[in-house]
């Protein structure tokens, strides 16, 4: 299920660019290129490995691209968008590491016990390939969704129901929040502290961290 905010333009185009790029990897990248380096197997035998690198240059750019959105001033729902990215991208690169070793492993192998190539190729496709393929498939509808809903202003139930937010001793506390958000900020550019904190003050104004908030303004 989502939950529908209230967004502006702009907040909307921020919020869809981590799933563009990581769309980007998934379509040009491990498709175009891929079957675009394996024509030219026969001639230039490693330019497979041209994918994976690639691939996880765009990984480690969505990753620590997310970081320093999470430490800057953006507004919490384009925040919101590039952490379900770089989660996807975690999950989508532990899953390349996994298939490099296998079809590296495999062509080692292969060569070390002098077995045929054909064979070889068969086996790696199978086991390692195959399902990579399918879950790359899976990660393409998920993103897609996910660019569509960063567009319209969506997110997952899990991201707006409550937010977990640091105090100023850096303690992490749960604050309880309506369901559905009060149009997160209104597109400004917000933080997601300073707004739950906002939030949570005029709803709770009898709360020990609503007066302590009340005497550190006056």
Not at 154 to 159: A, E, H, T, V
């Amino acid at each position: 299920m989502h939950q529908q905010f209230d967004i502006s333009p702009e907040e909307g185009r921020r919020a869809k660019w981590p799933h563009e790029i990581f769309l980007i990897n998934l379509i040009f990248n491990h498709i175009f290129v891929f079957c675009a380096t394996v024509a030219v197997f026969g001639s230039f035998p490693y330019s497979p490995a041209l994918v994976p690198v690639i691939s996880f240059s765009i990984i480690g750019y969505i990753l620590i691209k997310a970081r320093q959105v999470a430490a800057s001033s953006e507004t919490w729902f384009v925040k919101a968008h590039w952490q379900i990215a770089a989660r996807r991208n975690r999950f989508f690169m532990l899953l390349l590491v996994i298939t490099c070793v296998i079809s590296g492993g495999g062509l080692w192998l292969s060569k070390m016990m002098g077995c045929a190539k054909i064979p070889t190729i068969a086996l790696i496709g199978g086991v390692g390939l195959l399902p990579f393929m399918v879950v790359l498939l899976v990660l393409i509808v998920l993103g897609n969704e996910s660019l569509y809903m960063a567009r319209d202003g969506k997110l997952p139930n899990r991201y707006g129901k409550n937010a977990t937010i640091i105090d100023d001793e850096n303690r992490h506390t749960r604050f309880p929040l309506p369901n559905p958000l009060p149009q997160a900020g209104e597109g400004t550019n917000e933080s997601l502290r300073d707004f739950h904190v906002k939030r949570f003050i005029e709803q709770n104004p009898d709360a020990p961290a609503a007066r302590h908030s009340q005497s550190d303004q006056e």
